[in-house]
Each structure stands twice: as structure tokens, then as C-alpha cells.
């Protein structure tokens, strides 16, 4: 019943529809008819492509961070009184609140794989369409986990030791960090070890290569610079998983019941 829930209210969320969905459509049409794209052969097609579904691909999950720290925001007393004196209990609370970012994920990663494919197949004059879908989606959903694990993760924390007023600045913590090293994909030589110690950088990388179907480079725009492991970049996203979910556990048995209008702002 709580999954089931959790479910409706993020698909409902208009604002998850608008700037996960038809915001990022935005860019993906910019990006294909308007940013001075000229289709050069099926190769650079498809990697140009790639790059672009990766970027927005990931920029779109970001926003589940944002669903879910408002969400945990206005239900702390709820969630506190529930944990305490109903039946609910973590795991419970756990397989409904996954279930409901896996949904947001499938659709969201769905929908941008479809437009990506339509819309630069329409300017190409050619398919181009993913060499692994099943990949692209399995990248999104673990995305979504990623961006849901963080944002419940710093919103209990500053809900618990410091002030909600910080929460328009936390609901947006995912989609910042989303697009400051999704940017530095395409632009920047990142270290190495940061490419593989951050689960951004990784979910782009994974998402590009689950559309080309070709290992990712240092920079993605850049064939000369070196190839990235997907060992590497598989694990860490596996690894930064299930060490984000395990604190998340441990801290929202004790989110405290702080009023809501302690975030307002004059």
C-alpha cells in the first residue's frame, strides 16, 4: 500500500514531469536541430548522440533527488510517528520508497532514451538507435538509487542537526553535483581516480556506453584521451550503492518531527 503510494507521488509530480521530462526534451531538440549539429556518418552520429544522452539522461534522474528530499522533508513527523508507534518498520519503509525511484527511474530513463533516439534519427536521416537499452535502463535505475540514496541521506541529516531553511538549496543538491561533473565529461580531463570516485561521473560514463556500445574515454568528446574501465566504473556505482543506502538505514529510524514552517523565509 505505502509502495503503491510512494508510486503515484512521483509519477504525479508535476514538477518531476516538467523538469526531468519536458525540460530536458528541451535540450535533447536543442541539441539535435539547433547547436550546430551536422550528421558526419554513422559513427559520429552515433557518439555524438551517446554524449548527449548520457548528459541529459543524467541531468534528468537528478531531479528524483529532488522529489525525494521534499518528500522526506514534509513527512518527518509522520515518518517519526509511524517508525515509532505503527507496524511500520525500516524494511517496509525501504521496499516502498525504492519501488517508487526504480518507477521514476525506468520512466524517466525510458523516455530520454526514446527521444534521444528519435530526435537525432530525425536530423541524421538515419537510425541511431542504442546498442543496449536494456543496459541504458539498468544505468538509470541505478542513477536514480544514486541521486535517491544522497538527497535522503543529506535531508535527514539537516533535518535532524540543522536547519530546514537550508532546503531549497538541499533539494537541488543532486542536480548541482549532477551538472557540474556531467559538464566536466565533455569538457574537462578529470583525474582518474575522481572519475572512479564519484557515482556521477560513473553513471555518465555507463549510460554513454550502454548507447555507442563503445568504451568511454577520459573525455567524452575527445577519442585521443584514454579509455575508462567499465570494471572500474561498475563497481564504484555497486559499491557507492550500497554504502549510500546502509547510511541512509542507519540515519532514518531517527529523523526527528521538526514543523514544516521552520523552512519558511521571509
Request: aromatic share 18%.
Amino acid at each position: 500500500m505505502i509502495a503503491l503510494y510512494y508510486a503515484k507521488s512521483v509519477i504525479r509530480n508535476r514538477s518531476l514531469f516538467f523538469w526531468g521530462i519536458a525540460f530536458m526534451g528541451f535540450w535533447l531538440f536543442m541539441g539535435a536541430f539547433l547547436f550546430g549539429y551536422v550528421p558526419s556518418g554513422y559513427t559520429f552520429d552515433l557518439d555524438y548522440t551517446s554524449t548527449w544522452f548520457s548528459i541529459i539522461a543524467l541531468f534528468s534522474i537528478s531531479t528524483i533527488g529532488t522529489t525525494v528530499a521534499y518528500s522526506l522533508y514534509y513527512a518527518n513527523s509522520s515518518l517519526n510517528f509511524a517508525f515509532r508507534f505503527t507496524g511500520l518498520g525500516i524494511r517496509d519503509f525501504m521496499i516502498s520508497i525504492i519501488s517508487a525511484v526504480i518507477t521514476a527511474s525506468f520512466l524517466l530513463g525510458s523516455i530520454m532514451l526514446a527521444l534521444s533516439a528519435a530526435l537525432f534519427s530525425i536530423r541524421s536521416g538515419r537510425l541511431v538507435l542504442p546498442a543496449m537499452p536494456y543496459y541504458s535502463i539498468l544505468a538509470s535505475i541505478s542513477g536514480g538509487i544514486i541521486m535517491f540514496s544522497i538527497s535522503g541521506c543529506m535531508t535527514v541529516i539537516v533535518n535532524n542537526f540543522f536547519t530546514l531553511k537550508n532546503i531549497n538549496f538541499l533539494s537541488l543538491f543532486t542536480t548541482i553535483l549532477s551538472y557540474i561533473f556531467g559538464f566536466s565529461q565533455i569538457s574537462v580531463a578529470l583525474p582518474v581516480w575522481m572519475i572512479y570516485g564519484n557515482p556521477f561521473s560513473e553513471i555518465v560514463d555507463l549510460l554513454y556506453f550502454s548507447y555507442s556500445g563503445a568504451d568511454p574515454h577520459q573525455v567524452l568528446t575527445n577519442s585521443s584521451s584514454p579509455f575508462l574501465s567499465l570494471t572500474y566504473l561498475s563497481a564504484g556505482l555497486i559499491l557507492w550503492i550500497g554504502f549510500l543506502c546502509v547510511i541512509f538505514i542507519s540515519l532514518i529510524p531517527g529523523l526527528r518531527p521538526v514543523p514544516v514552517e521552520e523552512a519558511r523565509q521571509i
